[in-house]
């Protein structure tokens, strides 16, 4: 199993202003996700957060938007930059462990409201 | 990927087995499905995981016929703490840098009644 924490839990930021939300991960990991769900939506996968390279970012989302850095196998870190109003959701970070099943263990997420 | 669709809400009451049917046509030979439950203001929680036939753990079974293109979640004797979001996942479990199970669908909010 894994336990992740998610710093802050929430926050309200201003227009234009940037945020970088940390997950930290009880045990080391090879890969973790970075998702966004938008109230009473589904998750969206932003990027997968690979120990020593860039990450992978989906469709729809950019580095410069949303840098990520993966320093260690157990922390990563998301940046909203230049943040709008439209970027006021939850964020999450989760790992995927394989052992007798796949799993995906989720943070808490973090909620952002922007003005 | 293998698309998912489930109905985008159920209601129950206390005592009942519940049942969500997820769809997903064109799953691919090496794809599993799993199932996470999401309840407000916290992630997803993994609940079952399957490749065929039936899966049963300590919440929930989980049923796939012959052909895999349709699952169906079995909560039994559902209480008032079953009230959430429950997502269907399809695709290859991640190892070692591969895998896909990353897409969620829609999900099915489940509400359950005194």
């Known amino acids: 199993s894994a336990v992740i924490s998610q710093k802050p839990s929430r926050d309200i930021c201003q227009r234009g202003t940037s945020l970088t939300i940390q997950c930290q991960v009880d045990?080391?990991?090879?890969?973790m996700f970075w998702y966004r769900q938008q109230p009473g939506q589904s998750l969206t996968l932003i990027a997968t957060?690979?120990?020593?390279?860039?990450?992978?970012?989906e469709s729809g989302f950019v580095i410069d938007k949303f840098p990520i850095s993966r320093p260690n196998l157990t922390f990563s870190t998301l940046t909203v930059s230049n943040m709008s109003p439209e970027d006021s959701s939850i964020y999450l970070c989760?790992?995927?462990?394989?052992?007798?099943?796949?799993?995906?263990?989720f943070g808490p997420g973090t909620r952002l409201t922007v003005l | 990927l293998a698309k998912t669709t489930q109905p985008i809400s159920m209601d129950s009451y206390e005592g009942q087995e519940v049942n969500i049917t997820c769809s997903h046509n064109?799953?691919?030979?090496?794809?599993?499905i799993t199932w996470y439950q999401q309840f407000p203001s916290q992630g997803p929680r993994f609940i079952i995981q399957?490749?065929?036939t039936k899966v049963t753990n300590e919440v929930a079974s989980l049923f796939i016929p012959a052909d895999r293109k349709s699952s169906t979640l079995s909560l039994p004797r559902v209480s008032l703490s079953d009230t959430a979001v429950y997502y269907c996942?399809?695709?290859?479990?991640?190892?070692?840098?591969?895998?896909?199970?990353?897409?969620f669908g829609g999900g099915t909010r489940l509400m359950v009644k005194p």
């Open positions: 989760s790992v995927e462990v394989w052992g007798e099943r796949n799993e995906q263990f």
């Open positions: 045990s080391q990991v090879t890969m």
């Open positions: 957060a690979n120990q020593g390279s860039e990450a992978t970012y």
């Open positions: 064109n799953i691919a030979t090496n794809d599993y």
């Open positions: 399957g490749y065929k």
């Open positions: 996942l399809v695709g290859v479990p991640m190892n070692n840098n591969a895998g896909n199970m990353l897409t």
